[in-house]
């Protein structure tokens, strides 16, 4: 990989502040509604929702606690484009109205799945899931200009995508569930694992050449080891080592094979 350094800053417009202003609201909204959600305060809680339609790619419990430190990355990103100097950048005109949609997606998406609205929360996740790879994409076009953008843009950005890669998965498999389809048995097994196989090759293929390559790939490792902490069908868990071990061994690939001095970019894209 070769230096790159972004797009001036110029001085920020009235709908850069506005633009900023939105993206912190959000991440504290999400924060809110996330607490919420978890705690049961909006109907039933996301977890019990979940119970109700158990999937063999259902994650352990405990892998959910990821949403904390998402949410304080996004938090940290948000503050940090107010700051003076930020507001005004190229690459925070390009990605934050889709970061800006990424914390009111999560927030509906919260909402709707309290409300056991199973259907309309996969429409939402999908919808999330869309917004973080365009915030992606506008990284990779506009790449880091410092350490700084690397740990407080990048970071956060790959840490959330990747975990609503794999999210949107499960969410697919709950709302098969919510309408019906069998969640366990020989036909929700093979398409788990096949489901889990195509998520860990996406997966790889983002972490070989994206922005944000080590925190989306230790976001989605981390959900494939909760699904099988879960102990689903032996093919099920098969196919979510196949997935980890693929995507971590691209990680691991991409910091390797730079040059020393290059790693942090390597990692961080």
């Not at 498999?173 to 389809?181: I, K, P, Q, R, V």
């Not at 996406?202 to 699904?227: C, K, T």
């Amino acid at each position: 990989m070769t230096a790159t350094v972004s797009a001036p800053t110029t001085r920020p417009t009235a709908a850069d502040h506005v633009r900023s202003v939105a993206l912190l609201l959000g991440a504290v909204l999400q924060i809110v509604v996330g607490g919420l959600g978890g705690s049961g305060a909006l109907g039933l809680s996301v977890g019990q929702v979940a119970q109700e339609n158990t999937t063999v790619v259902m994650p352990a419990p405990a892998a959910f606690s990821i949403w904390g430190p998402i949410y304080a990355a996004i938090l940290l990103l948000a503050v940090r484009q107010v700051l003076p100097g930020q507001p005004g950048r190229a690459v925070h005109r390009a990605t934050g109205w889709w970061l800006v949609a990424s914390t009111v997606f999560n927030a509906g998406w919260i909402l709707a799945f309290s409300a056991q609205a199973v259907v309309l929360a996969q429409v939402i996740i999908v919808a999330l899931l869309v917004v973080l790879a365009a915030a992606l994409a506008q990284l990779t076009r506009l790449p880091a200009s410092g350490v700084a953008d690397r740990l407080l843009l990048h970071g956060p950005v790959g840490l959330y995508a990747g975990w609503v890669s794999v999210a949107t998965v499960v969410g697919a498999a709950t709302t098969g569930t919510f309408l019906g389809a069998p969640g366990t048995g020989g036909v929700a097994t093979v398409l788990g694992a096949l489901v889990l196989l195509v998520t860990g090759a996406i997966a790889a293929a983002v972490v070989a050449r994206g922005p944000g390559a080590l925190p989306y790939a230790a976001s989605v490792v981390w959900a494939l080891a909760a699904i099988v902490v879960m102990g689903p069908p032996f093919a099920v868990v098969v196919a979510a080592l196949v997935a980890l071990v693929a995507v971590l061994a691209v990680a691991v690939r991409r910091v390797l094979v730079a040059p020393p001095g290059r790693r942090v970019p390597a990692a961080f894209g």
